[in-house]
């Protein structure tokens, strides 16, 4: 049985506060503290100046590629600037290996989310609005959230979230779509035919980014909007969505792409040097 939002009777904290881990570098939060849905944040900081990169892993709780992923990235520390790693966004439904649970909501339908004050919310608009608030606090530029899909996106017989497999797509602001494909292009030298990541901004069949309400409860009032649409509430963010296809591709080896995707890009950022 999962706790409802209402049942927890004081708003909670977006984030708490920070524990320092080995060399003090690494700082672990939680957001949504002492709640059912608390997570850990990750926070790696280079102590040179440089840009903040946010991961974002299990926002949907049966696409375990992304968190095997981001539980490996959390601990990478960058060369310069920082990164911000919440492993298992949606923990309730990563443990259930559920997409989401009702009372949850679809974490990725609900951004910009909703204020820790209001009671009625779901619980994940409230991470949603942690993320958010994350986000703002460290200044990120660019987010990575990483899911995977069923089929893959160059094998599908029709268009639909279920072929989204190895592909990533940028936000609204498509003159950013050559700074992902730089990205692309040296995951793709390194990887197999079948493995070959599509940019979807480069795609003329393009489709399901923009605002959706939650699929569960289409009363709902305040719907939201993808990760691809934060970059209208955290100024400078650069939102980038990342596909893999779980259709005759282990677990391990979609972990492995999802790390290799963030790894280049924290190579392009100037986040990784050497
Ligand atoms: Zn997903």
Redesign the pocket.
Known sequence: MVTSASSVASPPQAAGPARAIGDRRQLERLALPGTPWETPVLINRSGEPGPSVMILGG??GN?PGSWAAAEVIADWMPDRGVTVVIPRANIVATHALERTLPELGDL?RFYPGEPLESTEAFPMQWMAYSIVELAREFEVGLLLDL??SWGFFNERTENGTAFLGQTVTNGADVSETPRIEAVTDTVNALISDREQLVLRDRDRNRFATVTQRPPFDPSWPTGGTSSLGLDQFVPGLVPVLVEMGQQGQPEARRSELHQLVVESALRHEGLLIA
């Open positions: 926002v949907h696409e990725n899911h995977e």
